[in-house]
């Protein structure tokens, strides 16, 4: 999996986890919301991800990666 699609998964985790915290626990786990949406917002707005330069230093590659690992596979030696 892809560190754009890892981001995904989580980005999701976190608002679902986020939602039934608020709901069940307390409901100043919406901020927690607030803060999920607030990121995703500036990511697209910057390109500026942390949590997409954690997972490439624990070893996940981006889809431009994956494909060039993909293409190389390929090719005849």
């Known amino acids: ?12 985790f976190m608002m679902i986890l986020s939602l039934l915290l ?7 786990f919406v901020w927690m919301s607030v803060v999920v949406s607030v990121n995703v ?3 697209a707005l910057t ?3 942390p949590v997409a330069m954690l997972l490439h230093k624990l070893g996940r590659k981006t889809e431009g990666e994956l494909a060039v690992e993909a293409l190389g596979r390929s090719l005849p030696a």
């Not at 890892?6 to 980005?11: A, C």
């Not at 608020?22 to 100043?28: A, I, L």
């Open 22 to 28: 608020t709901y069940f626990v307390h409901p100043g």
């Open 1 to 12: 999996m892809s560190i754009e699609r890892s981001v995904e998964v989580l980005v999701g």
């Open 47 to 49: 390109g500026f991800c």
């Open 41 to 43: 917002i500036q990511q």
